[in-house]
């Protein structure tokens, strides 16, 4: 009961500080455009600038060595059980945010996924229904509320967490409360699934590090307009807007729709 009490309270505490977090973002994005950078997208790059820098420093210190290692020493079948694991037990708000967002039939795919990998897969740790045919999704509560038509907000870099927006913040929020990992009532437990699944993760980044490294000149930049992009194709299930919402340019139409009028003017042409 004492244990349960505690990590109740580490949960709430948390939650309390990502608000906190949220909401000076979001104040900083109001005034920033005229204190800082003046970039519409990322009105406080001053501080994301030094707070992207930071966790980099934490990533080549900790978080990379100890992936590194891991991925040296454990048997690549055991990994990617250890990644089906991790991903078996997201599937369960995956498919919760797959309701929220109108998506009723992937969201039964989602249920079926859990289902069949939690049985027939030992607990997820083989992907049983990808073989079957169950299409893997990504979904959050950000992405969530994208859809329900927040906006982004301004771009911001977490300690830790690393690129959000305000609304993908307000997002992680709720992703951290009802993440079932951290909810686990023995806490030496909790903390060794919630490690291990930090460096699993981060071990399958390892290989995009070196592409990284060589394609940006600007590590910075490149990472944010990779974020932002990736958000958006998400939220849009792959098919994003060409309407760039921070910048206020373009018509609005998705790629498939623009591909789809301008095959119509060929035709009457």
Request: with cysteine; hydrophobic share 40%; proline share 5%.
């Amino acid at each position: 009961m004492r244990n349960n009490k505690k990590g109740t309270l580490m949960t709430t505490t948390f939650i309390r500080q990502i608000s906190r977090i949220a909401f000076f973002a979001a104040a900083a994005g109001l005034l920033g455009g005229c204190a800082t950078s003046g970039n519409p997208k990322d009105p406080i790059e001053g501080f994301n600038r030094a707070m992207f820098g930071i966790n980099e420093g934490l990533d080549q210190v900790i978080i990379r060595p100890v992936s590194s290692g891991y991925e040296a020493v454990i048997p690549s079948p055991l990994q990617t059980g250890v990644s089906n694991f991790f991903s078996n037990i997201a599937d369960l708000m995956i498919g919760v945010n797959n309701l929220l967002q109108g998506k009723p039939a992937q969201a039964a795919s989602d249920a079926g996924r859990v289902l069949v990998n939690t049985t027939v897969g030992f607990l997820g740790i083989l992907d049983v229904a990808s073989s079957m045919g169950m299409e893997k999704h990504e979904e959050d509560v950000g992405q969530t509320f994208g859809r329900w038509g927040m906006d982004d907000g301004a771009y911001i870099v977490l300690p830790f967490f690393g690129p959000r927006t305000v609304r993908d913040t307000l997002g992680l929020a709720f992703d951290v409360y009802t993440d079932p990992v951290a909810h686990v009532d023995h806490i030496p437990t909790r903390n060794t699934l919630l490690a291990t699944r930090i460096i699993s993760d981060r071990a399958e980044l390892l290989k995009a590090d070196k592409i990284i490294e060589e394609a940006a000149l600007d590590k910075y930049s490149y990472v944010r307009d990779a974020y932002l992009q990736r958000r958006q194709s998400l939220i849009h299930d792959g098919n994003p807007p060409k309407f760039d919402p921070y910048s206020g340019s373009g018509e609005g139409k998705s790629a498939e729709a623009e591909g789809a009028a301008t095959a119509q003017v060929a035709t009457r042409n």
